[in-house]
């Protein structure tokens, strides 16, 4: 698994991340100020260390819908899905955001393991019509809290990943309260993805939090 490091790691302040979250910065010197300011959508987190796969062609959404958990065979542009890829005895192998944006289905997976999951898929392609490409060393993620839509003309991304939770999406079924009610409904989370070497340029001016803050 390759691991791509970030320029953010050398802002003032940043403390590289260990584990599953290297190559991004853990926090920039105040991780709890840092994780107000995200919750208030005046901050994003540099997430550039997750990885990111695209599948082109005509049968790309019948294919990967007979691949993984998630039901993709009329995924609409732009609707926002998460999938797994199991083995025979249905445990998690790989587990991947999904966005279609008309041509391409986007495919936003753990750090390190935008090869793996690449090698995978185009291991599964036999003569069907679609091409897979590991493009984590050309787009970068970047993820913020947007209930307001103020912060994603700022950062500019080409393609946009709306966390479904805890929203209920249509087909699904809801366990809890009304989604406008849920205490989680501000959270609104999103993944963008913007050019590997623009990253500094699109966060420029926007404070940053780093990986601790996500996951608090």
């Known amino acids: 698994m390759s691991q791509l ?40 987190v540099d997430q550039s260390h997750l ?19 998630q039901h993709l065979t009329d995924l609409e542009p732009g609707i926002c899905v998460e999938t797994l890829v199991l083995d025979p005895q249905g445990r998690i192998e790989h587990a991947a955001s999904v966005v279609d944006d008309g041509e391409t289905t986007w495919l936003i997976t753990e750090s390190g393991h935008g090869a793996d999951l690449a090698k995978w898929l185009d291991s599964m392609r036999f003569m069907l019509r679609v091409e897979v490409t590991d493009v984590t060393e050309q787009w970068a ?48 989370w999103r993944l963008g993805l913007v050019p590997r070497a623009e990253l500094e340029e699109r966060v420029a001016g926007i404070d940053l939090a780093g990986a601790w803050a996500a996951e608090a």
């Open 51 to 69: 990885g990111v796969v695209t599948v082109a062609g005509p049968d790309r959404l019948s294919w990967l819908h007979s691949l993984t958990s």
């Open 141 to 188: 993620a970047v993820g913020y809290c947007d209930p307001d839509g103020t912060l994603t003309p700022k950062i500019a991304p080409a393609i946009i990943w709306d966390d479904p939770w805890p929203r209920t999406l249509r087909g699904g079924t809801r366990y809890g309260p009304p989604d406008e009610e849920h205490p989680g409904a501000r959270r609104w």
């Open 5 to 44: 490091s970030s320029p953010l790691l050398f802002r003032p302040g940043a403390v590289a991340a260990k584990g599953a979250d290297a190559g991004v910065p853990a926090h920039y010197g105040e991780p709890l100020r840092e994780q107000r300011l995200l919750i208030a959508s005046k901050a994003v």
